[in-house]
């Protein structure tokens, strides 16, 4: 597509249920980033995924987090046990290759956790 | 590490006068710094960039940005506001090897008055 991707634009889930947040980058980036954004702060790193490199996993903040990626395409973060402090938009970003500096923004999913 | 610091969590201006965003950057090596933009409900848009070419950067809608190593610091600036600026704006900066994740500033709601 022309951009990048991602669905549920919006979930409500209930507290102790997973989730999984879908994110179609650019075609052709060989990048892909997950960033989170709560209420009114900025975004939060939380992985990255280079190629068929090993990610960069430093971001999470929990092992309730994970994300995989299917080569250089999809790319889904599965949220386990979904607590209150979850809830915010989840941004997926993509970039063309390694050392190329624009990243572009998906529309985001937002969360909210009951 | 690298940070950001922006400096006003919210700016207010009359249609038509000018836009100062400021913005303050930590970073252990040469940076390439960024400003993003983001609309009510809209996906992050790149407003411009700095990566170590010219130190004045200009941007789309009339926005530019300049870098002063000196100061640290990679203020936004627009002549004369316009109703549609109003949105969240965030100052972002990066370090240019590999493929390394944004880091973000907290934003600034910047407001435009009729």
């Known amino acids: 597509g022309a951009g990048v991707s991602q669905s549920p634009s919006n979930k409500v889930t209930e507290k102790g249920k997973d989730v999984e947040l879908r994110c179609d980058p650019i075609?052709?980036?060989?990048?892909l980033y997950w960033y989170r954004q709560r209420l009114g702060q900025g975004l939060e790193f939380l992985i990255y995924f280079q190629g068929n490199s090993a990610p960069d996993k430093s971001g999470l903040p929990s092992d309730r987090f994970s994300a995989e990626r299917t080569g250089e395409s999809v790319s889904t973060l599965t949220i386990q046990r979904t607590q209150q402090e979850d809830s915010a938009v989840y941004l997926c970003a993509s970039s063309l290759e390694a050392g190329r500096e624009t990243q572009y923004f998906g529309p985001g999913t937002r969360l909210l956790v009951l | 590490a690298q940070s950001v610091t922006q400096l006003d969590s919210h700016v207010s201006v009359s249609e038509g006068t000018p836009v100062l965003l400021r913005c303050n950057y930590s970073s252990s090596y040469s940076p390439s710094l960024f400003w993003y933009v983001q609309h009510p409900n809209k996906g992050l848009q790149l407003l411009l960039k700095?990566?170590?070419?010219?130190?004045l950067v200009k941007g789309i809608n009339g926005f530019e940005a300049e870098f002063k190593k000196s100061e640290t610091s990679f203020h936004l600036t627009k002549p004369s506001a316009h109703m549609s600026d109003a949105a969240e704006y965030f100052c972002v900066v990066r370090i240019p090897s590999g493929n390394t994740p944004l880091v973000f500033g907290k934003g600034t709601r910047l407001s435009v008055i009729a």
């Open positions: 075609s052709g980036h060989t990048a």
């Open positions: 700095y990566t170590s070419a010219a130190t």
